[in-house]
């Protein structure tokens, strides 16, 4: 980067419900990764001090920011509120990340790297096999048959469309009709994905490494399952009739 370049601007958004257990190390190891990112916390209300948390993290580092929800309103919905709220303001770069741990914030920069050639750049489990750690057997199958599910019937060539762990240009999110965007499980980073490729944008899977959660609670359940199954065929017949 040459001297007059002033650094990207990226925006890191981290839905949150009850993730008291994980916000400190979390925020360390962004910390310590080398490049210089702002964060977006978007809290549902948590019912374990995790806002008061950010917040008290907030009061020593203005780069650190929260958007609070009166109750659960699911993934989907939170990250369109952070979209909504990078939009408004000039980040270039606007990620996704669990706040979990399950994604490592060691990553960001080989995301940023990628996304100097590609416009969505995707934390891919399934590039080169499997790379999941400790999540049981009946967990991985479901995920990775549910991208090879939405992979057949959308016609894409992407492993892992259902991660969560994702770098947009801000042109992407300019672009898509975020408002039109109705999923609010997996199948919120199906559609988000598809949605974008099919206005022409380069996706780019990378591969990640994604660890099961050691702290804190899923959040996963049925209800978020069968929303993806039917998604998948609501996405493609509107494609199919112009209508996406
Ligand atoms: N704001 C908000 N965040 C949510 C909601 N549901 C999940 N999250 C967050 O979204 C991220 C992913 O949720 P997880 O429960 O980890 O989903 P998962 O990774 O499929 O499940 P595990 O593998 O069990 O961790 C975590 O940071 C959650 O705290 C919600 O309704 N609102
Ligand atoms: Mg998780």
Known sequence: MSE??????????VPTYNEHENIDRLLSKIRSQAL???????????QDGTAD??????????????VERPGK???????LAGFKWAL????????????DLSHDPAEIPRF??????????????????????????????LSYGANVYAGIILGVKIKDLTGGFKMFRREVLEKVALDRVKS?????????????????????????IFYDRTAGHSKMSKKIVREAIFMVWKLKMRQLLGRL
Do not use: C
Not at 4 to 13: A, D, F, K, M, N
Not at 91 to 99: K, V
Not at 115 to 140: F, H
């Open 53 to 66: 948390l950010i917040k008290s993290h907030i009061a020593k580092d203005s780069t650190i920011h929260i």
């Open 184 to 208: 609010n499980g997996y199948s919120f980073q199906i559609e988000l994905t598809f949605r974008a490729m099919t206005l022409g944008f380069r996706a780019k899977e990378i591969n990640i």
């Open 4 to 13: 007059t370049q002033s650094p990207p601007r990226i925006l890191v958004v």
């Open 88 to 99: 408004e303001r000039d980040y270039q770069y606007i990620m996704e990340m669990d706040a």
């Open 36 to 46: 210089k990112v702002d964060i977006l916390f978007i809290d549902d209300n948590s």
């Open 112 to 141: 940023y790297e990628a996304a100097q050639e590609a416009d969505v750049v995707l934390g891919s489990r399934y590039i080169t096999g499997v790379n999941v750690i400790n999540w049981p057997l009946k967990r991985l199958i």
């Open 73 to 79: 309103m699911g993934l989907g919905t939170a990250y």
